[in-house]
């Protein structure tokens, strides 16, 4: 576990995907253009909050979340985002997701349902609070979302934003979205112009 960072703190700007797996993807600061510090998810108190604002888990899952002290915990959750990311992001650009990012969601999530660790609600995981405990559970919990993801959520409205990369689902009524959020990229790109043409 990283000692000694600031806490994330989850703002409704953070969920601004339209589905759990593209607000996982879009758990970093900037993905089109990174900075030295791009890092939302440097812990497990960080997973643990961002579980609990996202809606995923009440309080005292996140609780169970936070305490995980297994340090490649982190680090599979990373990777769980980074496939999240390459596979709406490949499928936003048109383009067919890597075999091995799906291969990899695959063995996560097999590797909780086959443990008992997780189980099914309709197509969602459901746990217990005892599992939040488990890192291979709460790996498993975000692969089946993105596995749900992929099957269900309609190709032709994956958007990324131009700006930031943040990945979106498009549900306005002409599909003409364009900015992640108009009230942050779509007002600092104004900007920008505005700047520009002066």
Request: aromatic content about 8%.
């Amino acid at each position: 576990m990283l000692m000694g960072h600031a806490e994330t703190r989850w703002v409704p700007g953070h969920f601004v995907g339209g589905h759990p797996a593209l607000d996982l993807a879009n758990a970093v600061f900037n993905r089109r253009i990174p900075e030295s510090d791009n890092e939302l998810l440097k812990s497990a108190r960080d997973i643990g909050n961002w579980l609990e604002a996202s809606g995923l888990a009440d309080v005292r899952a996140a609780a169970a979340v936070a305490g995980i002290a297994d340090e490649p915990f982190v680090e599979r959750i990373h990777a769980v985002r980074e496939a999240s990311a390459q596979i709406f992001g490949s499928i936003g650009a048109d383009r067919a997701p890597s075999p091995e990012a799906l291969s990899f969601l695959f063995e996560a999530a097999a590797s909780g349902l086959a443990g008992g660790a997780v189980g099914l609600n309709g197509t969602r995981p459901d746990v217990v609070l005892t599992r939040w405990r488990d890192p291979a559970a709460v790996a498993a919990v975000l692969a089946l979302l993105v596995i749900e993801g992929f099957f269900t959520l309609p190709r032709e409205r994956l958007r990324s934003c131009p700006r930031c990369g943040w990945l979106f689902l498009d549900t306005s009524r002409g599909g003409k979205r364009r900015w992640c959020s108009m009230r942050v990229c779509g007002n600092r790109e104004k900007v920008s112009r505005h700047r520009g043409l002066a």
